[in-house]
């Protein structure tokens, strides 16, 4: 089975910086990546799909990258709205999400 | 606009069957896509169960496959979970939503549905 890694568990960050966050997979996923937001309570939101597409709707200083087994998401300056958990999800086979990634206020 | 909506009970008995049904609106399941159960335990993760295309194929998390069963109703527009022999660690959030891939890939899940806690004690 694919086994998804995130990096780091928890992130400090303040308004304006800009975040990366890191997923490794245990083999090779081509681009099968996606990574989504969700704030306490709610449902997950979708990001990011096929590693770097934006979702419609989603903000612009969201990117992603990567292939392969090593991929990235990055915020490019963080907005109060961003204080989130993020996850990254591998959809090559079938469907194993990491174990998330907190970003809270510095 | 496509909803999702979680049904079901909010409280099991150890040992027995968790049901859970989502309704669609606003997109025909018939039409394509795939349609799933991710489920993310009290200040835990997310966590895939599985999903089921709108063939009929369906797609379980290795290590809840003996114990699920994800159908659906084209006549009604929803698809079903059932989740046997449930103990405490079942305990969680679970969330239906729409994986927007092409057979053979589940996809992204684009739509999810609000979420129901799902509470297994005696």
């Known amino acids: 089975d694919i086994q998804m890694t995130q990096s780091p568990s928890t992130l400090s960050a303040s308004v304006g910086d800009r975040v990366t966050i890191t997923c490794r997979a245990s083999?090779?996923?081509?681009?099968?990546l996606a990574w989504y937001q969700q704030k306490p309570g709610k449902a997950p939101k979708l990001l990011i799909y096929k590693a770097s597409s934006l979702e419609s709707g989603v903000p612009s200083r969201f990117s992603g990258s990567g292939s392969g087994t090593e991929f990235t998401l990055t915020i490019s300056s963080l907005q109060p709205d961003d204080f989130a958990t993020y996850y990254c999800?591998?959809?090559?086979?079938?469907?194993?999400f990491g174990q998330g990634t907190k970003v809270e206020i510095k | 606009q496509v909803q999702l909506q979680e049904s079901g009970p909010g409280l099991v008995k150890p040992s027995e069957t968790l049901s859970l049904t989502c309704a669609v609106s606003?997109?025909?399941?018939?039409?394509?896509?795939?349609w799933g159960w991710i489920r993310q335990p009290p200040g835990k993760g997310l966590e895939w169960i599985g999903s089921?295309?709108?063939?009929?194929?369906?797609y379980y998390n290795p290590s809840l496959k003996s114990r699920v069963t994800i159908s659906v109703d084209t006549s009604k527009n929803q698809f079903s979970l059932k989740l046997s022999s449930v103990t405490a660690a079942d305990t969680a959030v679970y969330y239906c939503a729409r994986g927007r891939g092409s057979y053979p890939l589940i996809g992204a899940f684009d739509i999810w549905g609000q979420g129901t806690m799902v509470t297994v004690s005696s």
């Open positions: 089921i295309y709108h063939s009929g194929s369906t």
């Open positions: 083999q090779s996923i081509s681009s099968w």
């Open positions: 999800q591998q959809y090559n086979s079938p469907v194993v």
């Open positions: 606003g997109y025909s399941i018939s039409s394509g896509y795939y």
